[in-house]
Each structure stands twice: as C-alpha cells, then as structure tokens.
C-alpha cells in the first residue's frame, strides 16, 4: 500500500516550478540549467563525461609529453605491474595499459556520438513524415519500424559486420583504410539504432499535428516541409534530445560487444571492446587487463544513461511528477 | 479472436517470408564464395574449371533466382550442407536451438523471479531507500558490458573460487543431469544479470502508472486489503504492458544469449552462427539467423496473443 499521498509527495516540487515561474530574469535556458543542476547524480556524469572526453582526445598529447607509447611493442614490460612509469602496469605486449585506454575511449565516445547524433536524425526524419502524413504511409513506415525492433539484433549485425562491401560496388580504398572498421561501425548501428527515436517522434507529432498552430500554418500557406521543419520539429526537440542521450550509452555497448567479438573495431586501432577479447585468455596471467576497459565502458555507459535521465526531469518538468 | 490469431500468423509468416530474402541477400555479400573457398582447398583448379562450378552451383545466376532455388530446396527440407561439421544444417541446429531454449529459459524464468518482486516494492514505496536501491541497481544492470560481466563471473567464481565451471557444457567423462546443471549456472547468471535491469525498470513504471489511477482509490476506499489492491487491481494492469515489452525484449534475450554462449563455450545457435559467420559457412549462417528471426517474432506474436487476452478492451477486427 502506498504510504504516502503521491500528491503530498511532489507539492514540494510544484511550488518551487512556480517560484522559478514567477522569477522574470530566468530564461528558458536558465531554468533548464537550474532543474538540471538539482539532479545530482545527471550533473556528476556529465563532469566525469566531459573529464573522460578531454583526456581521451589529448591522449595524443600526453603520449607526446610522456614519451610513453600506446602502440610500441615492449617485450621487456610485458604485463608489468602499475609503476611510476606506467600507472595501470602494461598489457600483455608491453603497452602503455593508460594510454591505450585513453585511444579507446577515443574510439567508444566518436562511435557513441556520431552514429547517436546519425540515427536520431534517420529517427527523425522517419518519424515526422510519418506522423505528419499519417494514413497508409504511416502504417507501412510503422510496420517496418517494428520488424527492424522484433529482429535478433546481434546475430544480424554479425553477418552485416562480415559483409564484403566491395561487393556492393564500394571502392575498395575506403574499406581498407585504416579507420574503415570505425566508419563501419558507425554506419552499422545508425542502421538499425533509429526506431526509438521515430516512435517518440511519430507518437508526438501524431498530437501536434491536430493542434491549432498547424492548422494555422497551414491556413496561412505554409507547405508541409515548412510545417514539419518550423513548427513540429523544435515542439519534439526534447524527447529526441533525451532519447538520443540514452542511446548513446546503448550504441558504446553495441559496439564494445562487436569489437569484443572480433567484428568491431580491429587492432590495432585500440577500442575498449577489443581490448577485452584477449583479456579473457589472459585471466590467469594478468585479471586486471579484463577489469579496466570493462570499467570505464561501464562508467561511461552508466553517465549517459544518469544524464539523460536528468536531462529528461530537467526538459520536462512534468516527468518530475511521475518518478 | 480465431479471425485475429490467423491474421496475426499470416502476418508472422508474411515478415519471415520477407526476412529469409533479405538475410539470404546479405549472406551473399559475405567475403567469398563457395569456390573461392575449393580454390583454396585445391590450387589446381582452373579459371575454367571455377566457371564450370559457378554454373553447376548455379552461382553465376542472378540473386532471384538463387533465392528461389534455394526456398523450394528449403520448403522441401533440404537447407543443405554445413563447411563446418560436414553434416546436413538442420541436424546440427536442432540440437543447438534446444541447448538455447533451455539458456533463454531458465534466464527468462530467473529475471522475472527477481524483477516482478524488485520493480513492485520499488513501486509501492516511490523514493524509498528501497527504491533508490533498485532503481540504482536497475540502472547498473543496464549500463554493464553484458561480456564483461561474463568474463568477471568467470574469474570469481570460476577461477578464484572454483565453485562452478568455466566453460562448456558437461565435463568429460560425466554428462549427469547434474552435472549439466552445474555448467548451466553460471551462462544463466551471466544472461540474467544483463538483462534484469531493463525488465525490473519496465515493472516499476508500470506499476507505478497503475497505482496512479482511479480505480485504486476506489478499491482503497472500498476498504480491500493491500495485497488485494496490488494484487488483483494494480498488478493485473501493470501486467499488460509488462508482458509486451518482455516479449520485446526476447529479441535482446537472443542477442544476449550470443554473447553468453560465445565465453561460456555453451553449444546453442547464437554461439553456432557467430562461429559460422567467421568460418564461412554460408549454410549454417544462413539458417541459424533464420531460426534466431523465428523465434523472436514467435515471442512477438505470443506476446500479442496475451496482449489480446490480458486487455478484454482490445478489439480484434
């Protein structure tokens, strides 16, 4: 039984919206900082986030200040213990186990973002023309939508990533350069990691679309693809924006699994994923090879998930009220 | 409901039809073929000669017209040879498909047993300790590298503690009941813990919107029991979209159970079509993700049975 009134519960939360209502000088932004700064938890993953993101993009830089080397071979320090010259010991050929975590995270957080920031634009663009067009198209998109959601995700991404793209007439330049596997790796789960995004979308244009501003739109002249852009799309800014934080959490354990399973990222392009899949082999010797990638993928994984939980109470206040 | 049970399976095997094309397209796009792969068995073999087997196979035909050749093959039960284990692919999956179901099973089983209570008592008592302890742990559970924690099991339990195997399905020389269930441990763990955060956030939600509404005050006032009242009037409709998002989710059970097999060493078909995407074998492939398709949209459509069947408010037409 519930103890408490849900109601007595959040009437604490309803006078401070209206305190913050009343308050002239706050812009939307400003408000939005200060119900996001509330949530503590969203606000320190956003601090260890951005620490993460610096250090894994100066990676280069250290490694020039250190001398040390992420890539170096040292047969001499094979599996060394942590030391002042190596902080978190080496791996199993003698590389720098720090610097090669930071080149992961170079990797995890530019697969994370891009293909994120990729699918949500698919997401979208399939959401709002569906939602706005409505009837047959609808459906059909629809339908599509929750065949490409019912399907065994990973048994199918294996055989994409073991596809031989020069078979479909790609140049055989770009598949073989150096950064291929991260480019395929990215248009890999921007395939399959949209629907989220154009379910929300769809779902809240379908009630938009009845609204009296688009039907004053539409009075005044304005063409669907205006309609869409101009007046849908910036009223479904926040849940794609909270739904595309979450996912990027998602999409750096897709491709740390794909990397893991030898189909990702591949050496010696250092990813967390395919530092792991040694590691398991490497148990007896060294346990600590298979404890750092998988903690940091968790660290990150887990601030993505907090600040789009936080991001969510913040951009809808509302939601507050539901938790 | 007859009229919407064959509707929807019409339906299933309209989607399957269409998958079994677009699987067996992307097969085709793997690196090589079958005669690359006699070539390098056999470097004698001719430029001729690989014509000659292209046309004898049929390979030099186009995409259409293979895929129907080999969809009459495969209505008639013939899917063919594995590369691999040199047998028919359909005898070396049945048992596989099995090995899997027993996996999912017992994990499936497993997770309910911890979300349905967890989600319930989080939901009953909203920014409780109990709740923060949940949600916290449901959080964790779906941020963790399901391989990871896999490979952490292993050295705790496996390797410093020796309670439990680290790999395989029965130790040489036994293969008992128990010993089976001894290996089955740790693989069930592994897959239950990757995806019990997810199911216990679903049950949260869910009984916290049914605890919302009207009909609880009502039964409150009516002065029905607790256990009543969650029992039979919040529980029932939180059930509702609890069941559909769980048979969602069957598909990630399945992924799920690829990446559990793949480190446990645990013979099921996740394990066999990632072991035959790396070793070529265009058959096996082909119908290991043709089965893992099956079931998940099988799950699919039980869920929509339920879904029918649990909500009398649904119409089917």
């Given amino acids: ?323 | 409901m007859l009229s919407y049970i064959v509707q929807r399976l019409v339906q299933t095997a309209v989607v399957l039809f269409v998958m079994s094309f677009i699987i067996y397209a992307m097969i085709g796009l793997m690196p090589g073929d079958p005669i690359d792969l006699m070539v390098q068995a056999d470097p004698d073999l001719t430029a001729e000669d690989q014509q000659r087997l292209k046309q004898l196979y049929g390979l030099d035909q186009p995409l259409t017209t293979r895929y129907w050749n080999w969809l009459t093959a495969a209505l008639q039960g013939d899917f063919g040879y594995s590369r691999l284990f040199a047998q028919p692919v359909l005898d070396v999956l049945w048992p596989r498909l099995g090995n899997t179901i027993v996996l999912i099973g017992c994990a499936f089983l497993l997770s309910l047993a911890i979300a349905l209570p967890a989600g319930i008592a989080a939901a009953t008592r909203p920014r409780s300790l109990l709740d923060n302890a949940v949600n916290l742990g449901a959080f964790a559970g779906i941020s963790v590298p399901p391989f990871w924690l896999a490979i952490l099991l292993i050295i705790l339990f496996a390797v410093t503690l020796e309670w439990f195997p680290a790999s395989g399905m029965t130790d040489p020389g036994e293969g008992g009941l128990l010993d089976q269930l001894h290996h089955l441990v740790l693989p069930v763990v592994a897959l239950t813990m990757a995806r019990v955060g997810g199911i216990i956030r679903y049950v949260r939600a869910a009984m916290m919107e049914a605890l919302r509404q009207d009909y609880i005050r009502t039964a409150r006032a009516k002065g029905l029991s607790r256990r009543r009242v969650l029992v039979s009037h919040a529980l029932r409709n939180a059930m509702i979209p609890v069941v559909t998002i769980l048979a969602l989710d069957m598909g990630m059970l399945v992924s799920g159970a690829l990446i559990t097999e793949t480190i446990f060493g645990w013979l099921g078909m996740g394990k066999t079509v990632y072991d035959a995407v790396l070793g070529n074998d265009y058959n096996l492939a082909l119908l290991g993700l043709l089965f893992a398709t099956a079931l998940t949209l099988l799950a699919n459509l039980l869920a929509d049975l339920a879904y029918a069947w649990l909500d009398p408010r649904i119409t089917y037409d």
């Fill in chain 1, 1 to 323: 039984m519930i103890e408490r009134d849900p109601a007595a519960d959040t009437s604490g939360d309803l006078r401070a919206g209206a305190a913050q209502a009343l308050d002239a000088s706050a812009s939307p932004a400003r408000l939005l900082w200060r119900r996001f700064r509330g949530h503590h938890l969203a606000l320190g993953s956003l601090i260890v986030l951005l620490l993460l993101a610096v250090l894994s993009f100066a990676a280069p830089l250290l490694e020039a200040w250190t001398g040390l080397s992420a890539t170096r071979v040292d047969l001499m320090a094979m599996n060394a213990a942590p030391s002042l010259t190596h902080p978190l010991g080496t791996d199993e050929l003698g590389r720098d186990l720090l610097l090669r975590l930071l080149y992961g995270g170079r990797v995890s957080l530019t697969v994370g973002l891009v293909a994120a920031v990729i699918s949500a634009i698919i997401g979208t663009v399939i959401g709002i023309a569906a939602g706005y067009y409505g009837g047959r198209f609808d459906a059909a998109l629809m339908r599509f939508t929750d065949g490409v959601i019912a399907l065994p995700l990973l048994p199918l991404l294996i055989v994409l990533a073991a596809i031989d793209f020069t078979k479909l007439g790609l140049p055989e330049g770009l598949m073989t350069s150096e950064s291929a596997s991260l480019y395929r790796m990215i248009l890999l789960v921007s395939l399959v990691g949209w629907t989220t995004v154009a379910r929300l979308v769809r779902g809240a244009t379908l009630s938009l679309k009845a609204r009296e501003f688009v039907t004053a739109a539409q009075a005044l002249g304005a063409g669907n693809a205006r309609i869409m852009w101009v007046h849908l799309l910036p009223n479904v800014a926040s849940p794609i924006i909270v739904s595309t934080t979450l996912s990027i959490g998602n999409i750096i354990l897709l491709e740390s699994v794909l990397s893991f399973l030898g189909l990702g990222i591949q050496p010696p392009m250092a990813s967390w994923g395919n530092m792991l899949t040694n590691a398991q082999e490497l148990i007896y010797a060294n346990p600590m090879l298979a404890v750092w990638p998988g903690l940091l993928i968790f660290v990150t994984v887990i601030a993505f998930n907090f600040l789009g939980d936080g991001l969510q109470d913040a951009l809808d206040p509302r939601s507050g009220l539901q938790r």
